[in-house]
């Protein structure tokens, strides 16, 4: 098993109750799982916790054999391996999609730097766009932008924090395939969340049901078809 998540439990400092209940989670590697729930059930707070963002006050998380949170073991956010993408994809609007893409790769050579930014640029299709600046491309295209960034330090796990929730519903469903071949390429553990049951049949083979902070169910794509 690539990721565990045993156990898991979180609460806001200004919340009465636990806003994460129970956690347990296994995913295998290459697995794009898909988080559904309302807004305020806990799904993006599960994000961030496991990007280090948040800090449980109980549970387990073990990504490819490594601890990464226990009640003695934390390791910080920048140390994980873990790429993120925001709901706003946040995007740096000063620096062209060129150096968004490379901007993670401190330890990198130069050389380095453009073998990858080449990648990237040919694993999203913005091959036709080197030198532009975010507020120059469509929502699609900044939304590729931000995973190639996320992806370009080849990240142990990608996760999607409502990924097409910016984006015209009439280009969702090309986006969602177009995102769907670049996680297959890359073959990136993928763990995203999000309120829209089309999102989760589209994108991910397995899907987590999450409601008041903990997880209701945790179904192959094929039952959730039959369900709904």
Sequence with gaps: MYMKINDLYFKYENSAVDNLKNIN???DKGEII???GESGCGKSTLLRIIAGLEIPYKGKIIINDKIIFNKKIFIEPEKRGIGMVFQDYALFPH????KNIT?????FSRKEKREILDNMIELVGLKDHLGKYPYQ???GQQQRVAV???LAPNPSILLLDEPFSNLDSHLKDQIRMDMKEILNKS???CIFVTHDKEDVLSLSSR???????VIKDDYSVEKMVDII
């Design 148 to 150: 190639a960034r996320a």
């Design 34 to 36: 898909g988080v559904l």
């Design 207 to 213: 899907i987590i049901i999450i409601s008041d902070g």
């Design 95 to 98: 620096m062209n999609i060129d």
């Design 137 to 139: 491309l469509s929502g």
């Design 25 to 27: 989670i296994e995913i």
């Design 187 to 189: 073959k990136t553990t």
């Design 103 to 107: 901007f993670g790769l401190k330890n």
